[in-house]
């Protein structure tokens, strides 16, 4: 869900630098876990039945309709360890997004939940840009390049999911592979690491783009602790297929962030779902307003 407390975190900071209490810091992980979370490869399957054949197959069931329907859930957390309970931050968001793949264009429609308060935003992509607008109609949509950051932190694009798995076969990542009643779940999973394991390893790449924007408000609010001392507390992805038909059914990812400050741990925790809906078959345009 991507950087939707951003507006807390430097908050939560300043927090921590006026608190008298102290906790002990827990522990990160040492060399010996981070080994231990290496990727393996798993023991081989049936032919027809590998990961990467299901993926391929995942991927021509998906693209053999013009578009899907997806429903979008999540839920992101920042603390601190001895804060007072009230004094963390934490979102919810929800939202529908449509998604074509020929021409390929995305609309995400949904609201942002913090503090009490429901913020709607509306996310338009098409042609490399995206177009975001928060506050509902009548505010001021903002465009950018989807390779800008800020932009990209706000589009949930399902269908990448595909792709990610995809990649994670490709760098050696172990994919867990279950049959259960008429489904199939693909899993992986890394128990720990450090932030500047995203260079090595893509699915910790993925976790820091994700947690970028608020680890940026973190440094401008004072954290000043290197990608090295970061832990990735735990990172699993779970994709479900439609055993018969190869349709991605939904996908959940979760993962956390601890980072030490001035003897005390902020924790940063992401959970977010795609559940399909079903086809898609309208177009898909960005309203004159937004360009």
Known sequence: MKSRLLWSAAGLVVLAAVTGCRTQQAPGPGTGSVEASAPATGAPEPSGNGAADLLARAEAAMDAQPGWTFAVTGEESL????APEDQGSAASYSATVERTGRPEALHQSGSVLSKGERKAEEVFAAGGTGYVREGGPGARWTKGPLTDAEIAAKVEDPLAVLAD????????????????????????????????????????????????PTLDKLRKA???????????????ETLTLDARTYRMTSCRSSFGFALPHEGRQIRYGQDLRFDTRGVFTGPIEVPDTAR
């Open 79 to 82: 603390k601190q360890t001895g």
């Open 165 to 212: 798995f995809t990649t994670y076969i490709e760098r050696g990542e172990r994919i867990e592979v279950a049959r259960t009643g008429g489904e199939i779940k693909m899993r992986m999973r890394i128990p720990a690491a450090y932030l500047d394991d995203r260079t090595k390893r893509p699915a910790v790449a993925k976790a820091a783009q994700e947690f970028r």
């Open 222 to 236: 004072g954290v000043t602790v290197g990608e090295e001392r970061i832990v990735l507390a735990g990172f699993e």
